[in-house]
């Protein structure tokens, strides 16, 4: 299986990456991003592209996949709606677009949130725009698209978000995790069980497009 990942630096991104590369199953991997993750492995290749919103240039390099994980995402604190969907929005769907042309075979994976407004009419501005986002990514003919719902999310291995805000929250959460997990199981996700669910979706379909938390934690 060959695998593209969009936003392997970013939390979630850098463990997704880890799993594929662990698989035996994933024969290749490639990562597009404005930067390099630094890895050095010959089963990685890294795409450095700075147009996020336009592939026409690179184009040549994005044939050939077996699936997409999308794990590039921007918090949507302090940013006006217009920007945001700018960023969730413009650069997922072109992304999207392009692939669903060059590889009507493949199993696109979006990394969503919990809350998602699939109406795309409600009153909180981010999951307006998520929503709009995951409609316009499972309308298009892929073989499989799917959106994962995370809730909280709990980094292993050293992962850190590239959010101040996030890794105080992680921080304190820590000492919670066990009781939380308790009185709300499958709720929480671990960074792993993303990433090795995603690679499930992808080499034997999900049981609905959109996936919640307690339906990733029971792949």
């Known amino acids: 299986m060959n695998v593209l990942i969009f936003g392997a630096t970013g939390m979630v991104g850098q463990r997704v990456l880890r799993e594929c590369l662990l698989d035996p199953d994933v024969e ?5 991003g404005r930067r390099a993750t630094g890895g050095a492995t010959p089963k990685l290749r890294e795409l450095v592209h700075a147009d996020l919103w336009n592939y026409s240039s690179i184009e040549k390099d994005l044939s050939g996949f077996d699936a997409c994980f999308f794990c590039l995402g921007v918090t949507s604190a ?4 217009a920007d945001y969907e700018r960023v969730t929005y413009g650069i997922a769907v072109a992304a999207a677009q392009t692939l669903a042309r060059l590889n009507p075979r493949m199993t696109f994976v979006f990394v969503s949130g919990a809350g998602t407004d699939s109406s795309e009419k409600g009153r909180i501005m981010w999951a307006r725009v998520k929503g709009k ?8 003919p892929f073989k499989g698209a799917y959106a994962f719902r995370p809730g909280v999310i709990q980094p292993l291995h050293g992962i850190r978000s590239r959010t101040t805000a996030y890794n105080v929250g992680y921080a304190l959460l820590r000492p919670l995790l066990p ?10 996700l671990t960074t792993g069980q993303i990433g090795r669910a995603m690679l499930r979706v992808a080499r ?12 990733i934690n029971a792949l």
Do not use: M
């Open 179 to 188: 009781i939380l997990r308790w009185a709300f199981p499958g709720q929480i």
């Open 28 to 32: 290749r991997v490639t990562s597009i």
């Open 133 to 140: 986002t995951e409609n316009a990514i499972l309308r298009l």
């Open 78 to 81: 302090g940013i006006k709606e």
């Open 204 to 215: 034997s379909g999900g049981p609905k497009r959109i996936l919640e938390a307690k339906d």
